[in-house]
């Protein structure tokens, strides 16, 4: 298979989702339809015991969830799909943001009984940074849902994104009976009992078949009717929105009941981009380049317990990764061989021979690797939009042991490089402030600077709303707000000048009185 072909086949995509919406399960399912799982029921069970392949910290296990983000690539049909799982608990991480700025498309679950909920909308604001196509399952109609057209209206309303219905749904809870695939003219009956396998599933081929009346009796119907109405109320799929991020194509199932799945599946491999090019400080790559580029968005600990290193995740933007090739590492401006790339299919941790545009690597990383940095054939410039995002929780960190603040500022800040947390430290006193977008991230920095740098940390309440980067075009104005507003300043982990604000308040003030700085909620690497 030549270079483009092999790039042209790779569907790298990952799941937004509210926590309970049912992204685990669909998760399994969707392995299962990649052959990468021989029985569904593996990826993690709360209640089982058994744990997904990307549970990597005791923490984890102990809470049954997945903190980190993990990659899993399959087959499914002609295509080659990567699977970035993003933390989907209540606790979660900048990681499942950046995670989202690696992807090409994204599959938005929703729970068909609760509708739109507050963690999607969070996830799909972060989308939109990119326009980021998106596909829409609407799970668990196995149970009482709400009205699909409802749903519909709610995700167009609250999501701002068109819906184009690619099946709809026939009955609910007990009485569903299947979809209607709108494009193929199919209708797909639903057997329950089934959902920890590959199903054979009975298809009726035309709407007004008698067949369907034969076999949902009085909802065949009904289905007919609600179509005409759904033809008329609702959009029709074009590949172009769906591209521009301003249409979805919506399908209905169950998870649990892996029904639905596989036209979810359908659909992302037909429709979903290609690799996509990234802007860089010096020009646009195309992934139709040959030679290699990659940029690193996430960095993660011992995930094995007997290998302690760290791995950073590197998105293949151009080229070819093949084993023992040199990169040339951009920021540091050296060049390394690497000889022992990792990749991560559902079932281990493999080491890997080769990878195209599109595909994620791990690089194992002895502390010359930081989020956002670019991997290059010796080229020089570096890829844009891998943010830091402001996080919205703050502690200050204490020492049990005064005597160690050196080694709690040096695992601070190598612990903010890596992205697990960020650190603000005040321009006038010794504190350290450790910030976080998910309530997981502060166990997470505490077990690992023991962990990793002996150092015994708790932490104490503190009262900020928000942190927010400031820049000046005029560095006078700048150094200005350095002296007056000393007092709230302080700077991150990269020595970036940051605004500590204690309330919304005091941050609109201070805004409106210096009109020539920009604050900033994001902060690009
Ligand atoms: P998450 O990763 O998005 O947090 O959700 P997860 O897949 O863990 O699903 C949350 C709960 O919803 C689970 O139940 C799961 O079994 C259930 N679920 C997922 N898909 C469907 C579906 O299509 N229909 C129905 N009826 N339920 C579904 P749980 O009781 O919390 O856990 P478990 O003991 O089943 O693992």
Known sequence: MS??????????????????AGKTTITEKVLLFGNALQKAGTVKGKKSGQHA?????????????????????????????????????????????????????????????????????????????????IITFMNKLD??????????????????????????????GKEFKGVYHLLRDETYLYKTGLGHTIQDVRVVKGLSNPEL????????????????????????FNHDEFLAGELTPVFFGTAMGNFGVDHMLDGLVEWAPLPQGRETSERKVESSEQK???????????????????????????????????????????????????TFLASDRELLEVAYAGDIIGLHNHGSIQIGDT?????????????????????????KDPLKQKQLQKGLIQLAEEGAVQVFRPLQNNDL?????GVLQFDVVVARLKGEYNVDAMYEHINVYTAQWVTSKDPRKLDEFRRKAEANLSLDGGDNLAYIAPTRVNLSLAKERYPDIEFHTTREH
């Open 3 to 20: 270079f483009q072909q092999e790039v042209d086949k790779r569907r790298t995509f990952a799941i937004i989702s509210h926590p309970d």
């Open 53 to 133: 392949k990307s549970d990597w910290m005791e923490m984890e296990k102990e809470r049954g969830i997945s903190v980190t983000t993990s990659v899993m690539q399959f087959p499914y049909r002609e295509c080659t799909v990567n699977l970035l799982d993003t933390p989907g608990h209540e606790d979660f991480s900048e990681d499942t943001y950046r995670t989202l700025t690696a992807v090409d498309s994204c599959l938005m679950v929703i729970d068909a009984a609760k509708g739109v909920e507050a963690r999607t909308i969070k996830l799909m604001d972060v989308t939109r940074l990119r326009d980021t196509p």
């Open 143 to 172: 149970r009482d849902t709400r009205d699909p057209i409802d749903l519909l209206d709610e995700v167009e309303k609250v999501l701002n994104i068109k819906c184009a219905p690619i099946t709809w749904p026939i009955g609910m």
């Open 213 to 236: 009346d034969e076999a949902i009796g009085v909802y065949a119907e009904e289905i007919r009717d609600m179509l005409e109405l759904v033809k008329g109320a609702s959009n029709e």
């Open 292 to 342: 290699f580029s990659g940029f690193v968005f996430k960095i993660q600990a011992n995930m094995d317990p007997k290998h302690r290193d760290r791995i950073a995740f590197c998105r293949i933007v151009s080229g070819k990764y093949e084993k023992g090739m040199k990169m040339h590492h951009s920021r540091i401006g050296k060049d390394v061989r690497i000889s022992d790339a990792v």
């Open 375 to 399: 991997f290059t054939s010796g080229e020089k410039f570096r890829f844009a939009g891998i943010p830091n995002f402001a996080p919205e929780l703050f502690k200050r960190i204490r020492l």
């Open 433 to 437: 402030i450790v910030g976080a977008v």
